[in-house]
């Protein structure tokens, strides 16, 4: 199992970015997936998640800015970001959710400057 994150980067508040999360070594269209973040000195937080069937939940912080959405055909979870701002600083992960436990891909760091 892979999980390959992509699409950080240093922005300015305001700005947007496009998360990808390409995925292998498992059905991708039969698992949840999820986006997750971490900043320095606080724990893992959930960002938004999409089940198999396209329900989306998102943490209350970025309701209205991020969409998470899923491409089966290219087994890829995206997390459109928008309007960022300097607290959304962290390094994001995505998460399959497995019929056995959780595989996590390696995080790709986001940086908003004010």
């Known amino acids: 199992v892979q999980l390959q994150a992509s699409g950080g980067g240093l922005v300015q508040a305001g700005g947007s970015l496009r998360l990808s999360c390409a995925a292998s070594g498992f059905i991708f269209s039969l698992n949840p997936m999820g986006w997750y973040r971490q900043a320095p000195g606080n724990q893992r937080e959930l960002v938004a998640s999409i089940s198999t069937g396209g329900g989306t939940n998102y943490a209350d912080s970025v309701k209205g800015r991020f969409t998470i959405t899923r491409d089966n055909a290219k087994n890829t979870a995206y997390l459109q970001m928008s309007n960022l701002k300097p607290e959304d600083t962290a390094v994001y992960y995505c998460?399959?959710?497995?019929?056995?436990?959780?595989?996590w891909g390696q995080g790709t760091q986001v940086t908003v400057s004010s």
């Open positions: 998460r399959a959710t497995g019929p056995k436990g959780n595989w």
